[in-house]
């Protein structure tokens, strides 16, 4: 799996095109080999240039988890964790409506 994200996000990086990664289960979760979540955070460290959001679900919240680099221990991510139509574990259903800004170049001031 990991071969074709990272293919795909080199594909991206070369033409110049910006990505949203949107998966069920967010980075960090106790589902998740300690291989995988390393993995995962390389290739966000890598591509953090392109990569203009990370939405997750699973956790039926409505919340932000803020991601580390490897080896700095620095923030430099934050997963967007959005809640669900479920009721699960006494949360009320939800809907959310966003809408993302577009940028031209990953130097460019948000519109």
Known sequence: MFDW???ELA???KK???VHLIDHIPIGNNHQSRQCVLRYKVLLERYQN???AYIS???HSDEMRFIREYYTNKYFF???CVSSLSARSYNNP???KARAAVR???DEQWK
């Open 5 to 7: 994200l990272e293919n």
């Open 11 to 13: 594909t991206a990086e």
């Open 16 to 18: 110049g095109e910006f």
């Open 50 to 52: 392109i990569i203009t």
């Open 57 to 59: 679900g699973h956790s």
């Open 78 to 80: 934050v997963n967007y």
């Open 94 to 96: 939800s809907i959310r």
């Open 104 to 106: 031209s170049a990953p």
